[in-house]
């Protein structure tokens, strides 16, 4: 009786995810999670087609099922294709997860265009067009969609070697308030998850010892976050059933990083 209740409300049957940046530490995590509650998962990568490969083998021999699709985030037309290339596969899509992410430490002053230019145009003009891609799909055939956009702890307060990346951050929580207030109106909800500290590729260079120690200092929980501990949060918003009054929601996974002070 219990499990056929949390099935109901957060069980993902007969729905399609596509998760760009699928190929990632979190991205991948996403893929693994919403693949063991149901869904089927396109796993979307744009380098890196060993991962991705690696990520469908993984849901597949769990039983599940998932398909790799290319597409650069920083391309419109790329999304696109992408995008036709799973409703080929499978017919639909109902879940969009954005997750692809580049970072760097320059300092602010050493900031040069074609640097800014590459962290804006992935982080938060790929995610933009992303959710502008599977939208447009999802309002013309009345799909009660869910998105999630991946931000971070670092779009609302200063973050220390992450300027560029936290501006566009930043971007992603405006916007993703901005579309959730537009396509409400059609069914379809827009969050984002904002993660704290997770050991990934994109921030390798930068969770040094000396930061690992402050990071540390002034996480309550005093660790850096599991991947898999991002698959709550995201099985939630992505389930119609467990989140249909959820939308325009910046959602905190950080161990408390923001949510405290001295
Ligand atoms: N790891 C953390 O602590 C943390 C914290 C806050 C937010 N995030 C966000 O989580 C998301 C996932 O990042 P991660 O930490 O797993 O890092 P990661 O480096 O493991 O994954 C990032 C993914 O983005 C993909 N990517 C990069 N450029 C792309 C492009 N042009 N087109 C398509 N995909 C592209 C990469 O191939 C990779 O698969 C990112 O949006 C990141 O900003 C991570």
Redo the contacts with the bound molecule.
Sequence with gaps: MANSYIVDKFGLNEKISGI??????????VARALAKAGSRVAV?????KE??DKRVEEISAAGGEAIAVH?????KK?LEEARDKILSKWGRVDILV??????STTPILDIEEEEWKRIL???LK??FFACQVFGRYMIQNQIKGSII??????SEIPLSKVFT?GI??AG?NNMTRFLAREWAEHGIRVNA????????????KI?TEERRTSIFKHTPMGR??E?EELSGPIIWLASNNASSFVTGTIIPVDGGFTGMTI
């Design positions: 760009v940046g699928g190929s990632g530490v979190l991205g991948g995590s979307i990568y744009n380098h890196g991962a991705a597409a650069d985030a920083g391309i790329d954005n997750a692809p992410g580049v970072n145009d992935i982080n790929g995610m956009n991946f931000s971070s702890v670092s990346y566009s951050k992603v998850v904002m993660p704290g500290f997770f050991p990934a590729e994109q921030n390798r969770l850096y976050g991947a």
